[in-house]
């Protein structure tokens, strides 16, 4: 079985200012790849950005980057010079190889502050 | 491309009606996804077809859920009957390959049922 828990129900931060989110996961697979994805008002569920476990470098995709721990199975993200648009639910997923399993958190709630 | 399209985008029923969502997947995407989002319980990863093939039903909540995928292009998901509990937002979902990849979510169908 595999499982990912976001322990972080709703956040919020002030525009232009840097806030982390948190995942930890588990998983017996060696073959898998993690991802946050983002729920804006609007529902559409788009990808933030995506990890293969198998690098150690963490993702970084513009303003957003992940710390990834594999030993400690935590795949934080982090969002620098928050922007309004970026008030969403945010979901992390495990996606497995071999299972041929994914995996959704329960989301975090994060509200920007003008 | 026109992104995964899910239709109807809403849907009143009664009670004990049969409905049908239904969902067209990026073309050449090889995966797709079904899920149920509701405030109580999160996403729930409902069905996963690989190649139009069922990989992981696990998800399906009893035998009034059913889902099909004749072809690639094409997929349904019914619910006879239906109860006031299945009221929610039903996504569907792409992927190029297999759960390790990124999936491409569908607006979604809000799904009420009185």
């Known amino acids: 079985a595999q499982t990912v828990t976001q322990s972080q129900p709703e956040m919020s931060v002030q525009e232009a200012e840097t806030v982390t989110l948190s995942c930890t996961y588990d998983t017996s697979e060696s073959n898998y790849y993690l991802f946050w994805y983002k729920q804006p008002p609007s529902r559409q569920m788009i990808l933030v950005i995506r990890?293969?476990?198998?690098?150690?470098q963490n993702a970084t995709e513009n303003r957003f980057s992940v710390n990834f721990q594999k030993a400690a199975k935590s795949f934080s993200l982090k969002i620098s010079d928050s922007q309004l648009g970026d008030t969403a639910m945010y979901f992390c997923a495990l996606g497995s190889g071999g299972y041929q399993k994914v995996t959704f958190g329960t989301g975090t709630k994060l509200q920007v502050i003008p | 491309d026109a992104g995964v399209i899910q239709s109807p985008r809403h849907e009143v029923t009664e009670m004990g009606q049969e409905v049908t969502l239904r969902c067209k997947p990026i073309s050449g995407h090889n995966s797709l996804f079904w899920y149920r989002q509701t405030m109580m319980r999160g996403l729930e990863l409902l069905i996963y077809?690989?190649?139009?093939?069922?990989?992981?039903d696990s998800g399906m909540p009893e035998d009034r859920f059913s889902a099909k995928m004749p072809n690639a292009s094409f997929s349904t998901l019914k619910i006879q009957p239906s109860e006031p509990r299945d009221s929610a937002v039903y996504f569907c979902a792409s992927s190029l390959g297999l759960v390790t990849d990124t999936q491409y979510f569908g607006p979604g169908t809000r799904l009420t049922v009185l």
């Open positions: 077809f690989n190649n139009n093939v069922p990989i992981d």
């Open positions: 990890q293969e476990a198998y690098k150690q």
